[in-house]
């Protein structure tokens, strides 16, 4: 699937008009994704969301700032939080892990061998998770 990045929903930016969604399970769950993007301009990214609504997410996404990265994002209420890693390949595997209210960000350069590097706690209702490009 290709996905074209337009828009996004950091802070008050909420004009992200590809961010594909689905109910998410009622108890804890892994979502796993395989992302090849080269993104060259800043705050160009695309990865997994975890969706309450534009002002109460999780996404964990391949991301362009000043270089490149991985980055799990919180925002609850408008309020923005970033956890970042540096990383070298254009293609990665994103994965979320869901225990209770707790979000693990996990990724691989391969698909078989993970490296866990982020967490945050969000007290999320009624979510939904997918998958986006963004351009912020």
Do not use: C
């Amino acid at each position: 699937m290709i996905i074209v990045a337009d828009g996004s929903i950091h802070q008050s930016g909420e004009s992200l008009k590809n961010l594909l969604l689905t109910s998410a399970p009622a108890r804890d769950f892994r979502v796993i994704t395989k992302v090849e993007v080269d993104p060259w301009e800043n705050y160009h990214g695309a990865g997994i969301y975890i969706y309450q609504d534009d002002d109460n997410y999780v996404r964990l996404t391949r991301y362009y700032s000043n270089g490149d990265t991985v980055n799990l994002t919180r925002e609850i209420s408008g309020l923005v939080d970033i956890r970042t890693i540096t990383v070298t390949n254009d293609i990665i595997y994103l994965r979320i892990d869901k225990k209770g209210n707790d979000y693990y960000g996990f990724f691989s350069y391969d698909g078989d061998d993970w490296e866990y590097f982020a967490q945050y706690s969000a007290d999320f209702s009624d979510i939904e998770v997918g998958i986006a490009a963004h351009t912020g």
